[in-house]
């Protein structure tokens, strides 16, 4: 390498050098807070993750739609798992019965008619929840109605179930077809057949062509049908008030199924087959309330739901569905002659202009119960959920919504219309649908449903199997009466008159 050559890579070192050198200090900056983690801290644990809470209650939707809505809220709150099963209705007492009895206990949760309570209860199988009610300030326990929190809740002075819907049966009507008619909404079950002939006459159709029937009543074999003869039944067989019931002699305990009054009752109900839909007697009370909204029944006899089922979206009954109280009868039965006699002051008290109403508590209104033999942890998951769904957050909102099947039964479901109007019911129409189910609540003669040991075998066996032999011609009315009759008296005697004359009467002192 000569001289030049060295100088030359001398020259490109120090240039070299001097890139590679530190450049000089920066100023001081201020110290910078640090950053978060990109990572989450873990959330704490739900307070019942990991826990399944198992239910049954029939295969709806009604019922069993807000038990599914409200559990998969309750999950994500919670992290429990509920399973909600469900079975045909006329399988339901049954079902709960032999799963509690066999030990096989797959059912945490049983929602289901309250009347049936005895027989869960006796044998040692639901949950004893007073305390925790007393406890839980959540529930609002005094806001619901003192009749559903004796009659549906409550045995022998000790909580069992957590109401969740509260029923009596009325009658609706076309308020347009009244008008167009010029009738009267029915005072009397003589009125209801008059309204509904004078319809039927008509031979109304709907707008797209439909006939308008002038009465649909569900009357379907093992369904729900066989409390429909009984709304008809009570005002011709109570009238006393409350306390002298309308199903058996308060002291024989003999029925009271076969005289002049339920006779009467009988020939109503088959009558308005006539001016019903052609398979009037295959109808439950989901196909009725399908052709009420369709536009298609000027009467019918049903729950609370067909007030709100008539809001709903596509419903052609809305801002047209009226509401009263169950008709009634100015004919009463003579308890001792088993005929029927003209109302008087003194066996008629609560008649009103000469007409004796009978408003029917049918079913309760359906109410969860708690398997005593579930695990500690479940029965804590079990009453966290039911008393979720009975809070008036959810259960103010779920009266108004026709697909859950729920009715009102808290007092302030009755006094505040902000959320029926808010549904869509007008403000008239929320206060004639409200004030009909309050004006049955409030009966001092509002008839009680049976809660009597096996009264699923009374009305749901005997009974309905009596009325669907009647309604399908297969037997007349003597024949069908003393088959009820017979039935009644052949459990009562298996069963002991005494003891259910007993539990009879302890019923009846229901608080209201």
């Not at 009226?322 to 008649?351: M, N």
Request: charged share 20%; net charge negative; proline share 6%.
């Amino acid at each position: 390498m000569n001289l030049k050559q060295f100088a030359s890579l001398a020259a490109l070192g120090a240039l070299v050098l001097a890139a590679c050198a530190a450049p000089p200090a920066a100023p001081a900056q201020p110290a910078q807070p640090a950053q978060p983690s990109e990572q989450k801290p873990a959330e704490p644990a739900k307070k019942f993750a990991g826990i399944t809470v198992n239910a049954i209650t029939f295969s709806g939707p009604q019922i069993a739609e807000p038990m599914q809505r409200r559990g998969k809220e309750f999950s994500e709150m919670t992290g429990a798992t509920i399973n909600v099963v469900t079975v045909p209705f006329a399988d339901l007492y049954q079902k709960i019965l032999n799963d509690f009895a066999t030990g096989t206990n797959s059912y945490d949760v049983v929602v289901f008619a309250p009347q049936w309570m005895v027989d869960y209860i006796e044998p040692g199988y639901l949950e004893d929840l007073t305390d925790r009610v007393k406890a839980d300030a959540d529930l609002q326990w005094e806001d619901i109605g003192l009749f559903f929190r004796d009659f549906s809740a409550t045995y022998n002075g000790r909580i069992y179930t957590i109401p969740l819907d509260g029923d009596f049966q009325m009658v609706y009507y076309r308020t347009d077809i009244a008008k167009e008619l010029g009738l009267q909404p029915p005072k009397t079950w003589d009125d209801y057949i008059a309204f509904a002939k004078a319809v039927s006459e008509k031979k109304l159709t709907t707008d797209d062509g439909k006939p308008v029937y002038g009465s649909c009543i569900a009357k379907k074999k093992a369904a729900q049908s066989y409390w429909m003869i009984t709304s008809i039944a009570s005002a011709f067989i109570q009238s006393q008030g409350t306390g002298q019931g309308a199903f058996f002699d308060l002291e024989t305990f003999k029925p009271l199924y076969n005289n002049e009054a339920f006779a009467r009752a009988l020939e109503i109900y088959k009558e308005t087959t006539q001016y019903g839909p052609p398979d009037e007697i295959n109808l439950d009370v989901g196909d009725t309330r399908s052709l009420w909204t369709a536009g298609q029944c000027a009467l019918t006899i049903d729950w609370g739901d067909i007030g709100t089922l008539a809001i709903e979206e596509g419903s052609k009954a809305k801002d047209k569905t009226g509401a009263v109280i169950l008709p009634g009868s100015k004919q009463v039965l003579d308890r001792k002659t088993g005929k029927l006699v003209d109302c008087t002051p003194e066996l008629c008290p609560h008649a009103i202009d000469g007409v004796n109403h009978a408003p029917f508590a049918a079913f309760g209104g359906w109410s969860g119960a708690i398997n005593k033999a579930s695990k500690p942890e479940v029965k804590d998951a079990a009453f966290a959920y039911l008393s979720y769904m009975n809070q008036p957050a959810q259960s103010n909102v779920d009266v108004t919504i026709g697909k859950t099947g729920f009715n009102p039964y808290r007092v302030s479901q009755f006094k505040n219309l902000d959320n029926w109007i808010k549904a869509g019911m007008s403000e008239q129409a929320a206060k004639d649908y409200l004030g009909a189910i309050e004006a049955s609540l409030n009966s001092p003669n509002m008839v009680l449903d049976l809660r009597i040991p096996q009264n699923q075998y009374y009305q749901g066996i005997v009974l309905d199997g009596a009325i669907a032999k009647f309604l399908a011609g297969e037997q007349d009315i003597a024949a069908t009466m003393k088959e009820i009759e017979d039935g009644w008296e052949q459990k009562t005697e298996e069963l002991g008159r005494d003891k259910q004359l007993a539990a009879y009467k302890a019923t009846l002192g229901v608080q209201k």
